[in-house]
C-alpha cells in the first residue's frame, strides 16, 4: 500500500504534482468487457423552425434534401428553386449505451452542415440513424437545445456560446436491441483502457486470488482472457460473475511520465518520474524600453514652433539563479523541492525539462499538448 504525497509549492503556481493514490482501484475502472461499446451512429437531417436563419441558396444539398422531403408528401418542387432561409441541413451524432433496448431513448447532437447562422429554435425532422455500415439502427427527432443565442440587428450581434451546434435530450430512439459481440459464457476478455504488460500482470494476479483459481491470463497489454468458473456459467450467473469480478481492486502500473501543456503553463508529474544528478543553470535576459515625452517651447516673441520629442531610456536586467546542482531523486516530492531551488516561473520550467530530457537525466517520457 503506497502512502499519499501531498506537496505544496507556492511558487510555482501552475504546476500540478500527480502523487501516489491512497488504495487500489477497481478492475472496472481501468477496462471494460469486450463487446460492450457503445454503438455510434450517424445521420443526415433537417432542422426546420428557424427565424430565418438557416442556410442560404447558396447551400445547395439543403435545397435539394428539402425538395426531395416535400416529394415524398406529393408535392413536386423543383430543387433548383428553393429558397427557405427557415431550414439548415445537419449532421446528427449519436453514441447508443451498450445492452441497450429497443425503445431506448437517447440524446443526439446535431451540427450545422450549411452556412446556418444560428439552429435557435429549431425543430429536427425525423432522422434515420446509421452505423459505420449504413444499417439503420435508430432515428431522431424533436426540438433543439443549443444552450445559448446569437441574435444580429443591423451591423451590431450579441452571441453567448455557439449556436451551430444543439442537442436534443432523449431525442434519439433505438429501433433494434443491442447485443454483445460474442454470445460465449465460458470465456470472456477483457480489454484495458491504457495497455500495460504491468498492469495486465497485476490485474490478473488479483482476480485469480480473489477466485481462488486461475481465472485471469493476459494475452497482451491490453488484452485479459478471463475463464468463467463452473459455478457462473449459466445465462442468471454470468452478471453475477461480471459484477463480482468489476469489483476486485488492484494497483495498476504508472508510467513515468510529464505532460505539459504550454498553451497554459500547466505541468503535470507523474509518480515514477526521476531525476538523474544534473547542474542547471536558468536565467531571464529582461530589456525594458520605456519613452517619455518631452515638449520643446519656443524663446518668447520668437518665430520658433512648440515641439514634442520621445525621450527613449532602454534598461537591460539579467536574473539568474547560478548553477544548482540537483541530486538524484525517487519522489515527486524531491522534485519539487529542486525545482522550487530554482525560483522560476512555470513557463521556465516547461523549458528546463525539455532541457534535461535533452540531457538524458530526466527518465521519463515527456508530452507536450
Known sequence: MKKSINITIPILAGLILAGAL???????????????????????????????????????????????MLEKFGIAVDGSRVRASN?????????????????????VIVSSLGDAKS??????????????SGAVWGVAAGPLSIGGFNVEAGNVSV???????????NGGEL???????????TQLTYTLNHGDYITARRLSKAVNNHFGELVAM?????????????????LDSIVLFIAELEAVTFEPDIAARVVINERTGTIVIGENVNLS??????????ITIKATPMVSQPQPFSRGETRTEQYQE????????????????????????????????????????????????????LVII
Open 87 to 107: 431550414v439548415a441541413a445537419v449532421i446528427v451524432n449519436a453514441d447508443v449505451p451498450p445492452f441497450s433496448r429497443a425503445g431506448a431513448r437517447f440524446d
Open 22 to 68: 491512497e488504495g487500489a482501484v477497481r478492475v472496472k475502472d481501468v477496462g471494460k468487457i469486450a463487446g460492450s461499446d457503445a454503438l455510434r451512429l450517424i445521420g443526415y437531417g433537417l432542422v426546420v423552425g428557424l427565424e430565418g436563419t438557416g442556410d442560404s441558396p447558396k447551400s445547395l444539398y439543403t435545397n435539394q434534401a428539402l425538395a426531395n
Open 119 to 132: 439552429l435557435q429554435g429549431g425543430v429536427l425532422l425525423q432522422t434515420t440513424l446509421n452505423d459505420i
Open 277 to 286: 544528478t544534473v547542474a542547471v543553470s536558468h536565467g531571464a535576459l529582461s
Open 218 to 234: 493476459p494475452l497482451d497489454p491490453v488484452s485479459v482472457r478471463i475463464t468463467v468458473p463452473a459455478g457462473y456459467a449459466s
Open 314 to 365: 532602454v534598461t537591460v536586467e539579467q536574473r539568474g539563479t547560478g548553477v544548482v546542482v540537483i541530486p538524484g531523486t525517487t519522489t515527486v516530492g524531491d522534485i519539487a523541492a529542486a525545482l522550487n531551488r530554482l525560483g522560476v516561473t512555470p513557463r521556465d520550467i516547461i523549458a528546463i525539462f525539455q532541457a534535461l530530457k535533452q540531457s538524458g537525466a530526466l527518465q521519463a517520457e
Open 175 to 185: 429501433v433494434f436491441d443491442l447485443g454483445t459481440k460474442s454470445a460465449d459464457t
Open 159 to 169: 452571441r453567448q456560446n455557439y449556436a451551430s451546434v444543439g442537442r436534443v435530450p
